[in-house]
């Protein structure tokens, strides 16, 4: 979804609104249905409108969208321009209104059976203590308020002329002048109604959106607005009489298909359609709020929040999450975390705000659908860390939604290409290959004389070999391997060069570390080495495959992946008790959790030179050849 500040742009387009010093109109900058491009479709002369005069614009432009063919004006009336467009719309005086509301009266007398009856019937919806709350919005000279009020309702009108305001509240009705989609709502209604006023609201997803926010499961929305596949529609049409074009408060023009659409998108089920007995052209849908489901959950917040402090692999595991958390809810997502992780995360295409405390954006998004994933166990999850993170909102994603994507940075691309051209060039037809040697944590860390091992036979081959990391990381330093030939990336390149350089490399090799979620937003292939989770918890998704052009290579030990382990009450339960007496920490428990005696023997004997180079040689990579090009060291 395109928000506002994305799809609207402000403009002054008329001289006398510049004497006026007000913007009366702002521009679509994309289709506000699905963001895509429009071209113009026709332009409608409206100075013989009831409502047009000086300084309005003389003609509406509308446009179809190429995407999703949804038909808009080019630009929508700002606060101001809506003030401006009503300020000469007459109001029935004091003694016309008694005919004109029985006259609206009897038509909305049908609307309000209706609802009734899909709320039950009398006895079921009035047969509770507390009244049934119906909200009108642009109640107008309220006669649809008063009849909902005449059945028996606790019915609110919402209206932003403070004249019809000024006499529903006159007549003792309740009315409030506020603008629907700014209101904050603290209950939850049991009908709210929307006539002729889904077409005026420059972006309908969020007024749908809102709409399910404020009913309760099981309330209903009632909605009218002209329907472009009607007969009238075509009628008119046919006739060159179609008004609805030169209607200066509309925007949008939908057909009954299109809102039925978007309504079961917002979490409704449209129960009834009816033919307006009042306009031309118009359809009437009533929908019920379904039960509330994660996913309608996700799309009736304002905003997701991702929290995740730290831990580069789990970061970027958490950007993997923020695109199918973006694709599923249409939501602008927000992650909370630390500022040393914070210019990552910009890189990231599907992350719309970061910052420390999301708290911080609550005035702009009062709903943020939150969840704090910095608990360990989702690093020690049966499922892959982006799948567990998505349980933490109840939802599920398909592969192709949990790519990590970063975008590249041209300062680091064009560091990348310079040192290249410092160092010795690789032999053609043979592969580049980079190797993250960190040494941390015992029971995830292969020996360095492995990686010299698996760093001789490499050159040996004739492949250019490049060690990659940092000696700065607290946990898992980077080892350089004391190989003739090798090549040393270490400290050199930042993360976004680090992701430069995988993109011009053949393959990764690194133990479970955060790099081999750098490697994810490129097309390297990858061979891991994992011993206390499972590679399938943590290789990543590409190309809509998990573990596409990747291989974990696992020890033999019966307790791999150990983590797993701390599933296992009875397992767990000594630990827990150093935790408890406070003789243990949970990262001394991480870093040493070994089932088989503390032997580490998975990183330390178990997974040899020969097991990596038999998983390279299975990714088939045409310039790493077969492994019997690798000469013994």
Same mark, same amino acid.
């Given at each position: 979804?395109?928000?506002?500040?994305?799809?609207?742009?402000?403009?002054?387009?008329?001289?006398?609104?510049?004497?006026?010093?007000? &913007?009366?109109?702002?521009?679509?900058?994309?289709?506000? $249905?699905?963001?895509?491009?429009?071209?113009?479709?026709? *332009?409608? &002369?409206? *100075?013989?409108?009831?409502?047009?005069?000086?300084?309005?614009?003389?003609?509406?432009?509308?446009?179809?969208?190429?995407?999703?063919?949804?038909?808009? *004006?080019?630009?929508?009336?700002?606060?101001?321009?809506?003030?401006?467009?009503?300020?000469?719309? =007459?109001?029935?005086?004091?003694?016309?209104?008694?005919?004109?509301?029985?006259?609206?009266?009897?038509?909305?007398?049908?609307?309000?059976?209706?609802?009734?009856?899909?709320?039950?019937?009398?006895?079921?919806? #009035?047969?509770?203590?507390?009244?049934?709350?119906?909200?009108?919005?642009?109640?107008?000279?309220?006669?649809?308020?008063?009849?909902?009020?005449?059945?028996?309702?606790?019915?609110?009108?919402? &209206?932003?002329?403070?004249?019809?305001?000024?006499?529903?509240?006159?007549?003792? #009705?309740?009315?409030?002048?506020?603008?629907?989609?700014? $209101?904050?709502?603290?209950?939850?209604?049991?009908?709210?109604?929307? *006539?002729?006023?889904?077409?005026?609201?420059?972006?309908?997803?969020?007024?749908?959106?809102?709409?399910?926010?404020?009913?309760?499961?099981?309330?209903?929305?009632?909605?009218?607005?002209?329907?472009?596949?009607?007969?009238?529609?075509?009628?008119?049409?046919?006739?060159?009489?179609?008004?609805?074009?030169?209607?200066?408060?509309?925007?949008?023009? #939908?057909?009954?298909?299109?809102?039925?659409?978007?309504?079961? @998108?917002?979490?409704?089920?449209?129960?009834?359609?009816?033919?307006?007995?009042?306009?031309?052209?118009? /359809? !009437?849908?009533?929908?019920?709020?379904?039960?509330?489901?994660?996913?309608? !959950?996700?799309?009736?917040?304002?905003?997701?929040?991702?929290?995740?402090?730290?831990?580069?692999?789990?970061?970027?595991?958490?950007?993997?999450?923020?695109?199918?958390?973006?694709?599923?809810?249409?939501? =602008?997502?927000?992650?909370?975390?630390?500022?040393?992780?914070?210019?990552?995360?910009?890189?990231?295409?599907?992350?719309?705000?970061?910052?420390?405390?999301?708290?911080?954006?609550?005035?702009?998004?009062?709903?943020?659908?939150?969840?704090?994933?910095?608990?360990?166990?989702?690093?020690?999850?049966?499922?892959?860390?982006?799948?567990?993170?998505?349980?933490?909102?109840?939802?599920?994603?398909?592969?192709?939604?949990?790519?990590?994507?970063? &975008?590249?940075?041209?300062?680091?691309? !064009?560091?990348?290409?310079?040192?290249?051209?410092?160092?010795?060039?690789?032999?053609?037809?043979?592969?580049?290959?980079? $190797?993250?040697?960190?040494?941390?944590?015992?029971?995830?860390?292969?020996?360095?004389?492995?990686? @010299?091992?698996?760093?001789?036979?490499?050159?040996?081959?004739?492949?250019?070999?490049?060690?990659?990391?940092? /000696?700065?990381?607290?946990?898992?330093?980077?080892?350089?391997?004391?190989?003739?030939?090798?090549?040393?990336?270490?400290?050199?390149?930042?993360?976004?060069?680090?992701?430069?350089?995988?993109?011009?490399?053949?393959?990764?090799?690194?133990?479970?570390?955060?790099?081999?979620?750098?490697?994810?937003?490129?097309?390297?292939?990858?061979?891991?080495?994992?011993?206390?989770?499972?590679?399938?918890?943590?290789?990543?998704?590409?190309?809509?495959?998990?573990?596409?052009?990747?291989?974990?290579?696992?020890?033999?030990?019966?307790?791999?992946?150990?983590?797993?382990?701390?599933?296992?009450?009875?397992?767990?339960?000594?630990?827990?008790?150093?935790?408890?007496?406070?003789?243990?920490?949970?990262?001394?428990? #991480?870093?040493?959790?070994?089932?088989?005696?503390?032997?580490?023997?998975?990183?330390?004997?178990?997974?040899?030179?020969?097991?990596?180079?038999?998983?390279?040689?299975?990714?088939?990579?045409?310039?790493?050849?077969?492994?019997?090009?690798?000469?013994?060291?």
């Amino acid at each position: 979804m395109i928000t506002s500040a994305q799809s609207l742009e402000c403009f002054v387009g008329h001289s006398d609104e510049l004497r006026h010093g007000r &913007e009366l109109q702002c521009r679509f900058r994309a289709c506000p $249905l699905c963001g895509g491009t429009g071209s113009p479709l026709r *332009t409608a &002369e409206c *100075t013989g409108h009831p409502l047009w005069h000086e300084p309005l614009p003389g003609a509406l432009e509308w446009m179809r969208c190429s995407r999703c063919q949804h038909i808009h *004006t080019r630009n929508y009336w700002t606060e101001a321009g809506l003030d401006e467009v009503t300020r000469t719309a =007459p109001v029935n005086q004091r003694h016309d209104l008694p005919a004109t509301v029985a006259a609206r009266r009897a038509s909305w007398t049908r609307m309000v059976e209706k609802v009734v009856g899909m709320l039950g019937g009398y006895g079921t919806a #009035f047969g509770r203590p507390d009244r049934p709350m119906w909200i009108d919005v642009g109640s107008g000279d309220g006669s649809l308020l008063m009849t909902a009020a005449d059945y028996g309702f606790a019915a609110i009108g919402l &209206e932003t002329r403070a004249q019809l305001v000024d006499r529903t509240r006159a007549l003792g #009705f309740n009315a409030m002048q506020r603008n629907f989609m700014t $209101l904050r709502f603290d209950v939850a209604a049991d009908v709210l109604s929307m *006539t002729d006023v889904l077409e005026q609201i420059p972006e309908p997803r969020e007024a749908l959106r809102k709409a399910a926010r404020l009913l309760r499961p099981g309330g209903v929305l009632t909605l009218s607005a002209p329907d472009s596949s009607s007969s009238g529609w075509r009628l008119m049409e046919a006739t060159h009489a179609n008004s609805y074009w030169m209607e200066l408060e509309r925007l949008h023009i #939908f057909s009954r298909e299109r809102l039925i659409q978007l309504l079961g @998108e917002a979490g409704f089920e449209v129960a009834e359609v009816a033919i307006s007995v009042r306009d031309r052209a118009h /359809t !009437e849908l009533y929908a019920v709020r379904k039960a509330s489901t994660p996913i309608l !959950e996700l799309r009736s917040a304002d905003a997701i929040c991702i929290e995740r402090r730290g831990g580069m692999g789990d970061i970027l595991m958490a950007l993997g999450a923020a695109k199918a958390l973006k694709t599923l809810s249409d939501r =602008p997502v927000i992650l909370a975390t630390a500022p040393g992780m914070q210019k990552l995360a910009r890189s990231c295409p599907h992350i719309d705000h970061i910052v420390e405390h999301h708290t911080v954006l609550a005035d702009q998004y009062p709903n943020i659908k939150h969840a704090d994933l910095n608990a360990v166990a989702f690093g020690i999850s049966r499922v892959h860390q982006i799948d567990a993170y998505l349980e933490a909102y109840g939802v599920s994603a398909a592969p192709e939604l949990k790519h990590i994507e970063l &975008e590249p940075e041209p300062a680091a691309e !064009e560091k990348v290409e310079k040192i290249l051209k410092c160092w010795p060039a690789r032999t053609p037809g043979r592969a580049r290959v980079l $190797l993250h040697a960190a040494l941390g944590d015992a029971n995830r860390s292969w020996p360095q004389q492995r990686w @010299e091992e698996l760093a001789a036979k490499l050159i040996g081959a004739g492949h250019q070999v490049i060690v990659v990391g940092s /000696t700065h990381d607290p946990l898992k330093p980077a080892a350089v391997p004391s190989t003739p030939g090798i090549l040393s990336a270490v400290d050199i390149l930042d993360v976004a060069a680090t992701v430069a350089l995988m993109r011009r490399s053949d393959l990764f090799v690194s133990t479970d570390s955060g790099p081999v979620q750098l490697a994810a937003a490129t097309d390297i292939a990858i061979v891991g080495l994992y011993s206390s989770v499972a590679g399938s918890c943590r290789l990543p998704f590409r190309h809509g495959q998990a573990g596409w052009r990747a291989v974990a290579v696992g020890p033999s030990c019966a307790f791999h992946p150990c983590y797993q382990q701390m599933h296992n009450s009875e397992v767990i339960a000594p630990f827990m008790a150093k935790l408890q007496a406070q003789t243990l920490t949970v990262n001394e428990m #991480f870093a040493n959790w070994c089932l088989d005696g503390g032997s580490f023997a998975c990183m330390k004997h178990q997974i040899t030179v020969t097991m990596v180079l038999n998983a390279i040689e299975s990714l088939a990579i045409p310039a790493l050849g077969q492994q019997d090009a690798y000469e013994p060291v």
